[in-house]
């Protein structure tokens, strides 16, 4: 164990809806190298979403350092110790890492995607896994005096991406390290199709949002990429093509069946992105203009 890992009370947040899961992942946590002084886990009774969860397991914690893990999250041996010694090597408000997926279908769309294979600071997209991540409290609570919450309570899914892009705009140091927990979601074809239907919302929150976030690189995407300003006919063009059309490339599955569920699930991603877009439209709902 680093001898930097004493300076720290380290507090571990877990949203539940009291998944099988849980006392896995409880139980890995018993096991680690530098054991939590704190776990917290927050049963999301009424269904308010895990924002809300987190929100109130921060409000409680008595840690300067908060890990946060979901109920299907499960940590290896070194996770916390790793966690530790990378926000106290790179001075950094926060650290987050990845996933490595127990289920071949979920592991195969993973891998479609262009993850860091190193640490990398300040990073674009790849930062903001909120089942795997850790960060300073202060730095926590500096945004919540700033805008009155942490992790935004009217963004259901992809909160944890809009937190690190707002963390990022004023200024905190975040680093992405290699340290993935094994992650247990199975998800059956109609609960895959209904998850992304959802994550379609979540990055319409964040398409709504995209201009509030100042002087940082918002990653890859057929929708903010930078090089697709300048020529939004090329944006659209490609979200149609690759989204509603495509994906085209079977070849990234083992089973055609696999290509097949992703392709719809594509679909819905879609669907759900132009429902809740359209949806805002109506209402009039406009960017937050607390980071103006």
């Given amino acids: 164990m680093n001898a930097e890992s004493n300076n720290h009370f380290v507090t571990v947040i ?23 002084d704190e776990i917290i886990v927050k049963e999301d009774k009424q269904h308010l979403g895990v924002s809300v969860m987190r929100n109130e397991g921060i409000e409680n914690s008595k840690g300067d ?16 110790e790793t966690f530790v010694g990378e926000i106290d090597r790179h001075n950094a408000d926060g650290v987050s ?4 997926e127990e289920d071949q279908f979920l592991d195969e769309i993973r891998q479609r995607r262009n993850y860091p294979k190193e640490v990398v600071i300040n990073p674009n997209g790849f930062f903001g896994i909120g089942g795997n991540c850790m960060y300073r409290k202060a730095s926590l609570e500096e945004c919540k005096r700033q805008d009155t919450f942490t992790f935004d309570p009217k963004i259901k899914i992809t909160q944890d991406v809009e937190l690190a892009w707002r963390m990022r705009s004023r200024g905190f140091k975040l680093v992405y390290v290699i340290n993935n927990v094994r992650h247990l979601k199975r998800l ?15 990055i319409s929150n964040l398409y709504i ?13 057929l929708l903010w990429n930078d090089s ?10 490609n979200v149609i093509w690759y989204r509603i059309i495509g994906p085209f490339d079977y070849k990234s599955f083992s089973k055609f069946r696999y290509f097949i569920l992703f392709w719809i699930g594509e679909k819905a991603k879609a669907l759900g992105f132009l429902f809740d877009l359209f949806s805002a439209k109506v209402s009039g709902k406009k960017p937050s203009g607390r980071l103006r």
């Fill in 14 to 36: 877990i949203p539940t809806i009291n998944r099988n899961s849980l006392p896995i992942v409880l139980e890995a946590l018993k096991n680690q190298t530098r054991k939590p």
């Fill in 65 to 80: 350092l908060i890990a946060f893990l979901d109920d299907d999250n499960v940590p290896g041996k070194e996770w916390l």
């Fill in 97 to 100: 890492s990845n996933y490595s």
């Fill in 188 to 202: 059956k074809p109609i609960a895959f199709i209904k998850f992304q239907f959802l994550r379609g919302t979540g």
């Fill in 209 to 221: 949002l995209r201009n509030t976030y100042r002087n940082i690189d918002l990653g890859p995407s």
């Fill in 228 to 237: 697709t300003k300048k020529n939004p006919m090329k944006k659209w063009f």
